[in-house]
């Protein structure tokens, strides 16, 4: 639900507002005050739409929206409908069986399944041994890009430990980074090199 920007008790002289229509378009508050059901602290910046849609803040101290713990002085976006877009985390927290970690930029689907965060420990997902850090999911909920905890095989493809993986939405690989010299399609990848895949399997380039 859009806010009565008018309502919110902001800080005099903080205020922009959008020329066309006169209505708030940013503010900081001058004391605590709960928001599109948030409860925010005095001195957090609140930015809106014109429709009055809050899709932007700086929080001044940790904050939870929408279950989720958010870092003081950090950015949390939002989507039209409500749901955070972005925040920074200020607790490891798990989501959807990620264990996230306290830190970690963490941003979401417009479904609100997850899109990425960092992981705060290495774990297996859907069989693959995900290292702790930056990892990427789909809106379904399926493994997109991770970094490997170890030397592993990929459709036949031995992809080296600590490198990145990339997946295409169907399950089949996208790219990885050769575990050791591998001939596919005629051409030759030595360990090290980056292997890409076309969505139609093809490869993208090759080095003989």
Known sequence: MAA???????TEDTTVTYPASAVIKSGTLSEDFLVQGVHFKKGSILGFDEDGTLWRCNISADTVIN???CKANSEVEFFPEGN?????L?????IGGIHAAKGSLVMFHSNGSLFKCDMVND????GYPVRCGDVCFFDDGRLS???L??????????CKKDTRVWLRKDGRLSACTAGRDVIIKGGLYK???????????ALLHYRI
Do not use: K, N, Q
Not at 4 to 10: A, L, M
Not at 149 to 158: K, L, N, T, V
Not at 191 to 201: S, T
């Open 4 to 10: 009565r920007t008018e309502e919110i008790p902001f």
């Open 67 to 69: 279950g989720l713990p």
């Open 84 to 88: 955070v877009l972005s925040c920074l």
């Open 90 to 94: 200020s607790a490891d927290t798990d």
């Open 123 to 126: 774990t297996v997902i859907e």
């Open 145 to 147: 890009a991770f970094y």
């Open 149 to 158: 905890s170890e030397d592993f095989a990929i459709e036949g493809i031995s």
């Open 191 to 201: 360990a090290g090199e980056l292997i890409v895949f076309r969505e139609d399997g």
